[in-house]
């Protein structure tokens, strides 16, 4: 294995680590530090996510409605365009 090679000097960090007092700090730190509430932000991006879904749906709605009515008014042009033929 790759790592095998780096295990003596990986036990070396740790214990010097362990030693120097670095990992009691640290569990003293995330004893007293307290991880911040993410809950309302969370519910503030469902919240946006869903406001952005009705939106889109909306856009798509109008922009169908829109393609149909141009297509229609291409057909009217199109049909005023050509010469009417004169029946004698």
Same mark, same amino acid.
């Not at 790592?3 to 007092?21: E, Q």
């Given at each position: 294995m790759l790592?095998?090679?780096?295990?003596?000097? @990986? /036990? #070396?960090? %740790? %214990?010097?680590? $362990? /030693?120097? /007092?670095y990992f009691t700090e640290l569990q003293k730190f $995330? /004893?007293? !530090?307290? &991880?911040?509430? @993410?809950?309302? #932000?969370?519910?503030k991006l469902i919240e946006s996510r =869903? =406001?952005?879904?009705m939106i889109n749906t909306t856009l798509k709605t109008v922009q169908d409605r829109l393609d149909r009515i141009y297509g229609? !008014? &291409?057909k009217k042009r199109a049909s005023l365009a050509e010469p009417q033929a004169v029946s004698s």
């Open positions: 790592l095998r090679p780096l295990l003596p000097m @990986l /036990g #070396y960090i %740790y %214990y010097s680590c $362990v /030693g120097l /007092g $995330v /004893g007293i !530090a307290k &991880s911040p509430t @993410l809950d309302p #932000y969370i519910q =869903k =406001k952005l879904i229609q !008014a &291409s």
